[in-house]
T-cell receptor
Framework: AQTVTQSQPEMSVQEAETVTLSCTYD???????LFWYKQPPSRQMILVIR??????QNATENRFSVNFQKAAKSFSLKISDSQLGDAAMYFC????????????FGKGTKLTVNP | DTGVSQDPRHKITKRGQNVTFRCDPI?????LYWYRQTLGQGPEFLTY????????KSRLLSDRFSAERPKGSFSTLEIQRTEQGDSAMYLC??????????????FGPGTRLTVL
């Protein structure tokens, strides 16, 4: 079974600084997708960024970028120029191409942004 | 595009009662997923529908749980004879499965269930 591990239960960053959240996963598949979702307190889960495993180029979305290392099964999220609104739980998730494509989530990392 | 909606947002019930939650997906999304999220954990998959067909159920989905998606539009999740261990956030997500493309799931705000 696929598993997703987020080894940092909590992280903090100063406003305007850069922070990196770690994620590793375990799978024997070659075609899959990886996601980072953000869940602000008492608000719904929203997609931050998505990476297709067949793409070598790391995905970027404005201040958010990933470091995807397929051989190492590592998928970290870098947030640049951190803003107060970035404070949230961040979940790394995996799904497999084909079939139900259900998401397998890590336990999350709580990010605090200090002014 | 009004997003995924869920109703109710909060539900408090007594142990042994039945509860039903509703999810309205993004229109024209053909896939709908239910997840359960307990405190301090990531969401866990419960079940999913492609159109009106329920194609996969997790082992987490005991026989007290049932889900439907009549006509491939909204979905309901019913829990019978609720137990305190059912207390959790129940999340719904929808996606469009197109040819040759992996889907991105969009989540609703969730229904928080508290069983007393």
């Amino acid at each position: 079974a696929q598993t997703v591990t987020q080894s940092q239960p909590e992280m903090s960053v100063q406003e305007a600084e850069t922070v990196t959240l770690s994620c590793t996963y375990d799978t024997s598949e070659s075609d899959y997708y990886l996601f980072w979702y953000k869940q602000p307190p008492s608000r719904q889960m929203i997609l931050v960024i998505r990476q297709e495993a067949y793409k070598q180029q790391n995905a970027t979305e404005n201040r958010f970028s990933v470091n995807f290392q397929k051989a190492a099964k590592s998928f970290s999220l870098k947030i640049s120029d951190s803003q107060l609104g970035d404070a949230a739980m961040y979940f790394c998730a995996y799904n497999e191409e084909g079939g139900s494509e259900k998401l397998v989530f890590g336990k999350g990392t709580k990010l605090t942004v200090n002014p | 595009d009004t997003g995924v909606s869920q109703d109710p947002r909060h539900k408090i019930t007594k142990r042994g009662q039945n509860v039903t939650f509703r999810c309205d997906p993004i229109s024209e999304h053909n896939r709908l997923y239910w997840y359960r999220q307990t405190l301090g954990q990531g969401p866990e998959f419960l079940t999913y529908f492609q159109n009106e067909a329920q194609l996969e159920k997790s082992r987490l989905l005991s026989d007290r749980f049932s889900a439907e998606r009549p006509k491939g539009s909204f979905s309901t999740l019913e829990i019978q004879r609720t137990e305190q261990g059912d207390s959790a956030m129940y999340l719904c997500a929808s996606s469009f499965r197109g040819r040759g493309l992996g889907d991105t799931q969009y989540f609703g705000p969730g229904t928080r269930l508290t069983v007393l």
